[in-house]
Each structure stands twice: as structure tokens, then as C-alpha cells.
């Protein structure tokens, strides 16, 4: 039996993360972070459906 794959999504830039999510995956409370638009964002995702539950602040550290 073959399972349905996907890529997750930024939800802010909406990229491809470096993730997939299969239909038994279930996640929750997971830190996505992209690395197109650096953002981190605070997920839940359970039957291909993504939630985002909300943005985090990312700092950058300046030297």
C-alpha cells in the first residue's frame, strides 16, 4: 500500500520547506522554520492538512 507524500509549505513566503509529510504523519506543536524567508512558524499537522498556530520572532545575531 502506497502512502501520499507532500512537501510542507512556508506559510508566510509559501516555498517548499525541507519537509514532507505523509497521510499517517501527525505533528504537533513542530517548529517549521524556512530557510527561503527565514521565518519560524509553530505548526500542527495531522492527515496532509497543515495548521499554523502562530509566527515566531526569529532573531538574527549581529556581531
Not at 39 to 51: H, N, R, Y
Amino acid at each position: 500500500m502506497s502512502k501520499s507524500e507532500n512537501w510542507i509549505l512556508c506559510p508566510v513566503c509559501e516555498n517548499r520547506t525541507r519537509l514532507q509529510i505523509r497521510t499517517d504523519t501527525e505533528q504537533k506543536n513542530f517548529s517549521l522554520y524556512c530557510p527561503k524567508c527565514r521565518q519560524e512558524s509553530l505548526i500542527d499537522a495531522k492527515d496532509l492538512q497543515v495548521t499554523v498556530i502562530k509566527r515566531l520572532e526569529v532573531k538574527c545575531k549581529s556581531d
